[in-house]
């Protein structure tokens, strides 16, 4: 026998709630954050660096949206007052990434 005719036999028999086992997805209570997307040049000797301005989560989950863009964008960048910022100009990469974690861009 194996793991599936057990757990069969265990929720056939009533040990074991059906339940327990279906994964259940959060519904979404709020409509998503719009996020604007911007080019910045200012205070940088001149280098580019791509903003996403609008966040309205706590420091520790933006910090966590920002190493997920950075790790998929391949580029460094930071996260602070419910803004990130990435470096270069990847405007466009960034609305896509963005766009598929639910977030409304501009």
Request: glycine residues 10%.
């Amino acid at each position: 026998m194996d793991w599936k005719d057990l757990l069969s036999q265990k929720i056939a028999s009533g040990e074991i709630d059906r339940e327990e086992f279906i994964e259940e997805k959060p519904a979404q209570t709020h409509e998503p954050e719009t996020i604007e997307v911007i080019l910045d040049k200012k205070g940088r000797k001149g280098k580019t660096a791509t903003l996403a301005v609008g966040f309205k989560c706590d420091e520790n989950k933006l910090k966590e949206i920002a190493s997920q863009l950075k790790s998929r964008l391949s580029t460094g960048g930071s996260a602070r007052g419910g803004e990130i910022l990435i470096q270069g100009d990847r405007k466009e990469e960034l609305k896509k990434l963005l766009s598929e974690m639910g977030y409304k861009v501009r």
